[in-house]
């Protein structure tokens, strides 16, 4: 059994849920896909969930009614236990890199972290990763009765339905008490889509001049194509975005269908971060900029002559 520890927010599965199950399929290892959906109040997300897993299991729970690290990592490993799961594939999100580690040691077994790509080779569970800042591609390669992975967010495509719902199963869990206490939350508001979710992104490097026309140009485009909002690392460096906006090595790793990079130059850092989107499109006057070597549409020219062009096109 493959165990996949669904991630969802607001009673919906998230992307990241559908990027792990792809991890799952692409793995080349045996056995049924089977997800693990922990919370109180899931009976929607066990739903989605079960239209791309061979089988859901579902400890809807007062007790796991807000995230704790202690009592996931004591969940995953129970059932991964009882099912006797050979790899259990978790989200790279915060969170996941919280109890993944614990689940890895609760199992005795081996941990492969933010995991871009996955294969089998013989009893062997290989991953690739980045490192060096992205700049080099590492290969890894774990063996054991029982794999934990880490799936990094935006490197997976989002898996695709099966033609016929998996089966849904209640479990009872013996969780240990809770010995941390979340007192205060606060959530960033903001009526565009999130990063993580949104097909479109629009996103802002030094290019754009400054923060005044980021706000002038780089929101109403992505507020008229109903887009994400990014930025560069030098963009969130100046102040201009918020670090939830950075989009890189050391921000997020997206793959959008449309990526959008106005006066982004392309270091390595940031195509790493955004490298896998389905269609890249660049502007910027620097025509030796390195975001034209990956890019499948460019233009060559000043982002504030052309970009009130394209949000009057996109509006109409």
Do not use: C
């Not at 109890?99 to 492969?112: E, Q």
């Not at 949104?198 to 706000?215: C, K, L, P, Y």
């Not at 990956?294 to 009057?312: H, K, R, T």
């Amino acid at each position: 059994m493959i165990l996949v520890v669904a991630e969802h927010t607001g009673g919906k599965l998230a992307k990241a849920s559908l990027e792990m199950v792809s991890a799952a399929r692409s793995s080349g290892r045996e056995g049924p896909i089977t997800l693990l959906v922990l919370g109180h109040g899931v009976a929607g997300v066990a739903a989605e969930a079960a239209a791309v897993a061979d089988q859901v299991l579902v400890a809807d729970l007062s007790e796991l009614a807000t995230y704790d690290a202690e009592l996931w990592a004591a969940a995953t490993a129970q059932i991964a236990r009882a099912g006797e799961a050979h790899t259990v594939i978790t989200p790279g999100s915060r969170s996941g890199r919280e109890y993944a580690p614990r689940v890895a040691v609760k199992l005795d077994a081996p941990y492969l972290e933010d995991a871009i790509s996955l294969s089998a080779h013989g009893d062997a569970l290989r991953a690739q990763r980045y490192t060096y800042l992205s700049r080099v591609t590492e290969t890894v390669e774990a063996s054991g009765p029982v794999v934990v992975v880490s799936a990094k967010p935006g490197a997976f495509a989002p898996a695709a339905p099966l033609g016929a719902p998996g089966e849904q199963y209640d479990i009872d869990l013996d969780l240990p008490e809770r010995r941390v206490t979340i007192t205060g939350r606060s959530v960033e508001k903001s009526s565009r889509v999130a990063l993580s979710e949104a097909d479109i992104i629009v996103t802002g490097g030094r290019g754009v001049g400054n923060a005044e026309n980021f706000a002038r140009l780089i929101e109403p485009l992505a507020d008229n194509l109903g887009a994400g909002v990014g930025a560069t690392r030098a963009v969130v460096d100046a102040g201009w975005r918020p670090y939830a906006e950075q989009v890189g090595q050391t921000g997020k790793t997206v793959q959008p269908g449309a990526y959008i990079a106005l006066g982004v130059s392309g270091a390595v850092q940031h195509l790493s971060g955004m490298g896998k989107s389905k269609y890249i499109v660049a502007i910027n006057k620097d025509a030796e900029a390195p975001i034209f070597k990956v890019a499948d549409y460019g233009i060559v020219g000043d982002v504030s002559e052309i970009v009130p062009a394209l949000i009057e096109a996109s509006r109409r």
